[in-house]
């Protein structure tokens, strides 16, 4: 019995015997590194959004943690769309080993990085099929995904016939306008980069309207155009600063997005069909 007692109230709470509560689990060690919290929230920040909402595909509602040498790889996709993002640890892991971790543990736990400093450590420790997060004496454990995520290597374009580079906030300003009047048609919307330097996206006309924006990029190659969800648009740009470059290949070859600057993320965007 829990008594809450002040001077204008009585409060009394029953709580249930503690040899009910679960037993914590023990995860016994495997494979483990450090990463700093930062980098560790970024990595989740920057992938977890790609990941399925749906648990048709059990695989596929988690972010899948691979771990060679000093570099986490973290990789989501709902297979509409893909994120990758690369980490260099301070120290090689004595063996590789990957693992899907669920979706709404790194979820809890980006949230619980929030309040940390930029120079605390995160320790993993990978098991089975288990894991553990721990920092600054918070234990995070979480069961992990069995079954094997997919070879999304494959799906990633090895050539490219049109390549721009442009402002994150003018892209996504204009995007913004344009899936106004694309909710109707799925959200899709129309990117024409052509060697004049200007994008045009576009969106077919709707009951409620039609928008045509422009934005400046600088471009290599052929002139070239695609359909894409807009929102899937929208959700990397949020997650991107500066400039942000785009490769379009055949109107059926999925879209990649890169930061202007580093090569340690990448984003995929499966075409739609005109």
Request: charged content about 30%; some cysteine.
């Amino acid at each position: 019995m829990l008594h809450l007692h002040s001077s204008t109230s009585d409060t009394k709470i029953k709580g249930i015997s503690p040899d009910e509560f679960p037993l914590i689990p023990r995860v016994e060690k495997e494979t483990s590194f450090e990463i700093s919290a930062k980098d560790f929230a970024e990595a989740i920040n920057c992938t977890v959004f790609s990941a399925a909402t749906t648990g048709t595909r059990p695989v596929l509602s988690g972010v899948y943690m691979n771990v060679e040498k000093d570099i986490l790889k973290m990789v989501a996709t709902d297979s509409f769309r893909l994120a990758e993002k690369k980490t260099k640890l301070s120290q090689k892991v004595e063996k590789d080993v990957e693992c899907i971790v669920p979706v709404r543990t790194l979820l809890e736990l980006g949230r619980i990085l929030d309040s940390k400093s930029d120079k605390d450590m995160v320790g993993v420790q990978i098991a089975k099929n288990q894991v553990l997060f721990t920092i600054n004496g918070v234990e995070l454990i979480s069961r992990l995904i069995e079954g094997k995520f997919p070879d999304y290597e494959k799906i990633i374009p090895k050539a490219t016939r049109t390549k721009f580079e442009t402002s994150v906030d003018g892209l996504q300003q204009a995007t913004k306008r344009v899936s106004l009047f694309a909710k109707e048609n799925n959200n899709s919307i129309k990117l024409a980069a052509t060697n004049d330097g200007r994008l045009q996206i576009a969106t077919d006309e709707t009951s409620v309207g039609e928008e045509h924006a422009e934005v400046a990029i600088k471009m290599e190659g052929d002139n070239n155009k695609i359909a894409i969800n807009s929102q899937y648009l929208l959700d990397v740009l949020s997650h991107l600063k500066e400039n942000v470059k785009i490769e379009m290949d055949e109107k059926l070859t999925p879209v990649v997005v890169r930061p202007g600057k580093k090569q340690d993320y990448l984003y995929i965007i499966m075409p739609l069909k005109v």
